[in-house]
């Protein structure tokens, strides 16, 4: 059956989400005004109100029943994401529940240590002291992408919630089922009824939430919807993180470990069928051992399984959705037009549902647009330099920078180079995983994002940052305060010139 038989077109008001793999509709949902939405974010809020009163202990405890109701109900899970977003089985598996089931065991465990009460040391006003605490923003809007449409926004949901506060969240339009059964799963663990919230709809409902009166939004998505959704937030001046988009380089040195450097590649490159914000996106591979690593990519990429993961085991699923396929296609076109080779896929799947073969171009140049737009599909260019100072400086060149690898033998070049390479994240001999270990901040720099999510740093940005300054040793008054006199001015002169004078930094 194609897409085009199975999908009848949608009621008035509500969206269809379909199997990417086979084009069958799976369920309907509505598309919300911006009237329910308001509604929905005051709910949360009033859920929000006694929550935040709970002992951040207690919330940790009443948080983590969550990954018991996620691992009991885990095949249901991994069958709809299968289903909905088109993926493998083990990648629904691995990337998507043990991710989440990970996190919320990490920060129900650490969050209490995470988020205690911090002591300034006050290094000149001795007699006060200040200490800062982290309080609950109130509710936070999430808006997520489709393509893990369970870890993204079901790991940031738990964060908040552990944080105190009550959550909205906005999925996409192509995987709302996905984000209605992560609620199905909370309110079984017995997360308070309102304090975790859907809306559905389009982009229109993400800016309606954003409009709702949220104290704070995580967006996940696109560099041009989070452009929109920065100047949204600054409008209302709500704080944002955001998440966008990536262009990993991965750079191979001549001493690599070749067979690792392939495998990784490939997984890097071909998991999600290539859409991951950190997927390998461009390989600058040493031309002492370029030709050998091609080859191995070729032959690896080469023996991938692509199906439906519902009805076969396979490596590659399918592309979540259809206008991805025209992108993805657009640039091998062009990248061929201008003189790149396909050593292997290099076209759309040939039978229904939307699949891309995974595809490896060699003879690429920097300045095509393959190597220089996010591809978001099973693609990888693979490009010869002639040193390792070439490829980090054609890693640099680059308008994004999310993560990036790196491939050597010698672990202190490894972290040389990963130092001088412009990306939020760079790993060393591996790919993809980071985004995994809940205790590593998740970000980009340029035009990949503001903020991070994950870690202590993610979990600190779910809470207003309170300070209190108080006083250790009683007084009247302070030496600085009225009434002002000649007096107090030459003491508070002389103290200065002892504290910061150039004799006073000489001897210390
Ligand atoms: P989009 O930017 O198209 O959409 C992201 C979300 O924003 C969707 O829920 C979308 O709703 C919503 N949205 C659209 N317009 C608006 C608006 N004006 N105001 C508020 N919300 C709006 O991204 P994709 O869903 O296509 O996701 C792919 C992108 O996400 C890629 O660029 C990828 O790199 C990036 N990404 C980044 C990650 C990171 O961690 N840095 C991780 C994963 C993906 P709707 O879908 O209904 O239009």
Known sequence: MSSAEAVSPPARGSIVSMNPATGVPLGEVPVMTAEEVRDKVERARRAQRSWAELPLKERCRRVRRFSDVLIARSDEVIDLLVKEAGKARQEALVTEVVVVADLVNYFAK???KILEREKIPMHLVKHRASYLSYV????????????????????????????????????????PLIALKAAELCEEAKIPADLFQVVTGYGECGAALIDSGI?????????????KVASACGERLIPCTLELGGKAPAVVCADADLERAAQAIVWGGFANSGQICCSVERVYAHEAIHDELLARVVELASGLRQGDAEREEVDVGAMTWERQLDHVDSLVRAAVQAGAKVEVGGARRDGPGQFYRPTVLSNVRQDMDVMRTEIFGPVIPVMRVPSEAEAVNLANDSHLGLVAYVFTRDREKGRRLADSIEAGTVMVNDVLSTYGYPETPWGGVKQSGIGRTHSAIGL????????????????????????????????LNKAMRLLFGRKFRRSS
């Open 110 to 112: 650490h969050a209490p």
């Open 215 to 227: 104290q704070y939004c995580v967006f996940t998505g696109s560099v041009a919807t989070g452009r």
């Open 136 to 175: 609950p923003r109130g509710v936070v809007g999430i808006i997520a992408p489709w393509n893990f449409p369970f870890s993204i926004p079901v790991g940031e949901a738990l964060m908040a919630l552990i944080a105190g506060n009550g959550v909205v969240l906005k999925p996409s339009e192509m995987t």
């Open 460 to 491: 600190k940005d779910m809470c207003e940052l309170r300070h209190v300054n108080y006083d250790r040793i009683a007084a009247k008054r302070e030496l600085w305060w009225y009434p002002y006199s000649e007096t107090t001015y030459r003491r």
